[in-house]
């Protein structure tokens, strides 16, 4: 099942804001954002749209060079110019875990 959006805004059942969920953008469904993922989707704009289309239907996926078990997510980005979003994330741990997200300058016109 693909991962789904929050739509609860940093709120818990009831109406209860929760401090981990009220700093930064709601989780996905399923997945675990790491604190550093969580900045950086602020301070890049990155839509969680386009991180849940990374994560279920990526252009390609590469293993990361020093962890045999983190994976690299590559989404090229219509609506941004076609730059290539890359997701840093850890399939094996339980949520899934998102490491890091950012665009590729590397991979423009490349995917």
């Given at each position: 099942m693909p991962p789904r959006l929050s739509r609860m805004n940093g709120c818990v059942p009831g109406g209860s804001p929760n401090a981990e969920q009220a700093m930064?953008?709601?989780p996905l469904s399923g997945y675990q954002l790491s604190h550093h993922a969580?900045?950086?989707i602020e301070r890049r704009q990155i839509r969680l749209e386009?991180?849940?289309a990374a994560l279920t239907n990526p252009d390609r996926v590469e293993p990361d060079a020093l962890d045999p078990a983190v994976r690299h997510a590559l989404k090229k980005i219509k609506e941004k110019d076609n730059r290539v979003?890359?997701?840093v994330y850890n399939p094996s741990v339980e949520p899934p875990r998102i490491v890091s997200v950012y665009f590729d300058r590397r991979l423009k016109g490349k995917i």
């Open positions: 930064g953008p709601p969580r900045r950086r386009w991180i849940a979003l890359r997701l």
